[in-house]
């Protein structure tokens, strides 16, 4: 489960700032402006394609600034913009690590990732159609490709014609996961949160297993 943290969630928020150098310019600008100064929730699905099986799940994620916070499936991750809890309730484990400003490793820190992709990948085709959502209904659908190395060789990103992001598939290249697909199933808009908010809320005593890296 915690390939949720390393794919689909660094994913989903690809799916808001890869695109705003494509064409429909001023409405993607304009819904980059309302994320990146908002706290922001996605309810999402998603799929990680691997060559034995598919990994099928959900969860709801909100990110501000650089901090961000993930619930899915019995796994929490918060990050405060300076370390990272994964948390693991089932197994009572939590693993606590510093955030790394490793451009070559962005893609690990979802929140670098949504302030700075578009510095990282280029457009490199615009058309209509996509993941079908309503009969007759065409979205534009963005490729794009790294222009830095990091794990993804190309991504197609759905957005709808009101410039809300809808649908995005990520092929990967490190070998663990073939492609990851998510769905944006609903996205609220919220007043900013207080920095403790993306900080787990508990202490850990000698029933969990912790790990800290830092």
Known sequence: MKNILKYAFPCILMLVSSVTGAQNTELLERMYDDFSSKFTTLDISYVL??????????????????????????????????????????????????????????????ASLFLGLKDNFKVTDVSEGGYMREIGVKDIVFTLVPEVEC????????????????????LMSDGQIDIVRVLVRSITRSPRKDMAYFRPGQSFDSSWIVTDLR
Request: aromatic share 10%.
């Open 49 to 110: 394609e691997m060559y034995s099986t598919d990994m099928e799940g959900e969860g709801v994620v909100s990110f501000q600034d650089n901090a961000y916070r993930l619930s899915s499936d019995g796994l929490e991750v918060y990050c405060d913009g300076k370390d990272i809890w994964m948390l693991d309730h089932n197994s009572k484990e939590v693993i606590i690590e510093p955030l790394t400003d490793n451009g070559t490793d962005f893609v690990r820190n979802p």
């Open 151 to 170: 794990g993804i060789d190309e991504c197609q990103i759905q957005i709808k014609k009101n410039g809300d992001l809808y649908h995005g598939s990520f």
